[in-house]
């Protein structure tokens, strides 16, 4: 097996899972108990505190446990509305955020809220003119992603935390695809929120945080014991938090060479496939790149049946649409970006980790070469697209050449 979906999730470290397994069997007491069984507990998740903290460049107590990123995002995003609503009741966000921030934005919409979605260039990133233009009097939370999930383009975050302070607006960033693989630093990113998630960097399911910055006022999140400092009531996940600690620490101390190994993946995988198959499209931007995101758009083809071929292969993957209810969705962020949903619809994301090998990469190469193939020489379109350039015609797609793209070569792009 190949596994390439990174960004979905990541195996759960040796040293991770070892670190979490005394909290099963032996130092199982409830944290909030007086004894010892507990307190050994509640120690340990104050140290776990204190390591994510340092990781981030945050106080001990701006840390704050939660189920997830997911919960994390809901949290910051509601909170922050409620508690603010008084001052205004803007909000701003990209149209290439996760569904966490996305779904969490348009439920405010339903109770009063406004929010504006910023465009992304074609690379993905937002433009700082765009989001200063959005700004208004009554705006008070601006929540930017740190790094794209589908593209893996990082975003100009510290610019943005700028903007935020300078008119006293509330920032919370999106960092779950970022935290471990590349540095973050809430103070001087002027960061007042942030949500991470263990999963994305080697550490269990199920555990996330919230950066709170001291001072603010955010509710409660889940009412109940007073737990979190009375701001996420339950029983701590005492195995989740060390293990996420143990993930942060882990993280932290190879995020170099990580970060070094995945860039060389990354970059050779990208120069094969692009030197190698024709029609196909980078996503997301070039440099300002996650260290083990890979994305492409192949023209003609359906990435589902090209997942579904990897599979057979042995290659995890991901593609560019959701299987919602039983229809194929475009990815949101693809269409962001100016793809047109054929384009959407025949992507593949490949999320790299340090523990892939060249030999892989040569082998995925190799089977994504005749997999496209084989799904072209069946696609229809591709054979007009085939008999249009022997006749020396324009192709069937007129729209192309209207939106400026140079389909001569073999690869086409997207600048416009
Ligand atoms: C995975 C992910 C989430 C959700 O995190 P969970 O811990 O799975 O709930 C949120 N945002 C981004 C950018 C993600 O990649």
């Not at 470290?13 to 909290?23: F, K």
């Not at 190879?254 to 990354?266: F, N």
């Not at 593949?348 to 072209?376: C, F, H, P, W």
């Not at 015609?393 to 086409?412: F, H, K, V």
Request: aromatic content about 6%.
């Amino acid at each position: 097996m190949i596994y390439l979906d990174n960004a979905a999730t990541t195996k759960t470290a040796p040293e991770v899972v070892e670190a979490m397994l005394p909290y099963f069997t032996e130092m199982y007491g409830n944290p909030s108990a007086i004894y010892s069984l507990g307190s050994a507990g509640k120690k340990a998740i104050n140290e776990a505190r204190r390591t994510i903290a340092s990781a981030l460049g945050a106080k001990q107590e701006e840390i704050y446990f939660t189920a997830g990123g997911t919960e994390a995002d809901n949290w910051a995003i509601k909170a922050a509305a409620e508690s603010y609503g008084n001052r205004g009741k803007h909000i701003i966000t990209t149209k290439i955020e996760h569904h966490a921030v996305l779904h969490t934005c348009s439920y405010l919409e339903k109770r009063g809220f406004e929010v504006t979605y910023l465009d992304v260039d074609n690379e993905g990133i937002v433009d700082l003119e765009a989001l200063k233009a959005a700004i208004r009097p009554d705006t008070i939370l601006i929540s930017v992603m740190f790094a794209n999930n589908e593209i893996g383009t990082i975003e100009p975050v510290r610019e943005i935390g700028a903007i935020a302070g300078e008119r006293g607006i509330l920032f919370h960033t999106d960092a779950v695809q970022a935290f471990g693989q590349i540095p973050i630093d809430v103070e001087e990113m002027n960061i007042d929120l942030l949500s991470a998630s263990a999963h994305k960097l080697n550490g269990p399911k199920g555990i996330g945080m919230l950066y709170i910055r001291s001072g603010l006022k955010i509710r409660s999140f889940v009412h109940g014991g007073a737990q979190e400092r009375n701001r996420r009531a339950g029983t701590e996940n005492v195995p989740g938090i060390v293990g996420f600690a143990a993930a942060v620490r882990r993280a932290v101390s190879i995020m170099d060479e990580k970060g070094r190994k995945e860039r060389g993946l990354r970059d050779y995988l990208i120069g094969r496939i692009e030197a190698e198959i024709p029609y196909c499209c980078l996503n997301g931007h070039r440099e300002k790149r996650l260290p083990g995101n890979v994305n492409f758009s192949f023209r003609f083809i359906e990435g589902e049946s090209l997942l579904i071929m990897l599979d057979m292969k042995g290659v995890c993957a991901s593609s560019g649409s959701a299987c919602t209810s039983g229809a194929l969705d475009p990815s949101h962020v693809l269409l962001a970006i100016g793809l047109k949903h054929e384009e959407a619809h025949g992507s593949l994301r490949m999320t790299l980790s340090e523990e892939n090998t060249k030999e892989e990469l040569d082998a995925v190469v190799g089977y994504l070469k005749e997999i496209v193939q084989k799904l072209r020489d069946m696609s229809p379109l591709y054979e007009d697209f085939m008999k249009a350039q022997k006749d020396g015609r324009r192709p069937a797609m007129g729209e192309e050449a209207e939106q400026g793209r140079n389909l001569q070569g073999d690869i086409y792009s997207r600048e416009q």
